[in-house]
């Protein structure tokens, strides 16, 4: 009986909740669009054998940056000199920057649950709620789709998204098709950002490589870095 209570309890209390953000829980269109988006690439994937990746914004050693081609922070550029790292803050910087009043930031892991992955999105996570001001969220790929996704399309226009993604050190085969879970979670990440670029959501994708505790680490370091400088310019 108290477990039935909990679930009316939390059932009535999303709904609420939805409806003081403009959200139906009763539907799902946006988590719906990402599914859809997820399909068409896999079955460009059947086709090609490779899905569509587009150019970097900026790429260092191993880390690639994404973004929306209509964004005022997103032509190509590759550094690599001794004044890369520098590069890397300020595109930080230039995305931070796009950041709304009363607004939120998503940090969204297609990567392995680890603790120690945890413990650097969510050092990330709380370093820009306490700079910033502003509310953080941290969800793992794909399953989070089916919860924040649908706020971040649906709901008000007020999120900065940052989607992070690896290569997976081993692929594991899906019977019957021609790629693994691999290969499905890569689509679904794409498809997702498909999704925000479509609503002109702004959204960054850092790609880790292979090494992603390392990759984090310099993304947190350049993000403390492209704050500090954000704060100063805004004072």
Known sequence: MDLGEEFYRWEVATATAGALMGIDAFD???VQESKDNTNRLLDEFRRQRSLPEPSPAFELDGLRLYQDSQSPSAGPRALKASGAES??????????ALSKPGG???????????ARNKALL?????????SLRQATTLGFGPRFLHSTGQLHKGGP?????MQFTADD??????????FGFSILKQAQSLGDMQALV??????????LGSAVEEGLERVRKALEQAVGTLEKARA
Request: aromatic letters at 6%; proline letters at 9%; hydrophobic letters at 40%.
């Open 28 to 30: 799902q269109p946006n």
């Open 87 to 96: 590069g890397l803050e300020n595109r930080l910087r230039e995305f931070l």
């Open 104 to 114: 939120y930031i998503a940090l969204m892991a297609y990567v392995e649950p680890s």
């Open 122 to 130: 969510q050092s990330i996570r709380m370093g820009l709620r306490d």
């Open 157 to 161: 226009d007020k999120g900065l998204f």
């Open 169 to 178: 050190a081993n692929e594991v085969a899906i019977p019957g098709e021609p």
């Open 198 to 207: 479509s609503r002109k959501r702004p959204v960054l994708r850092v790609h």
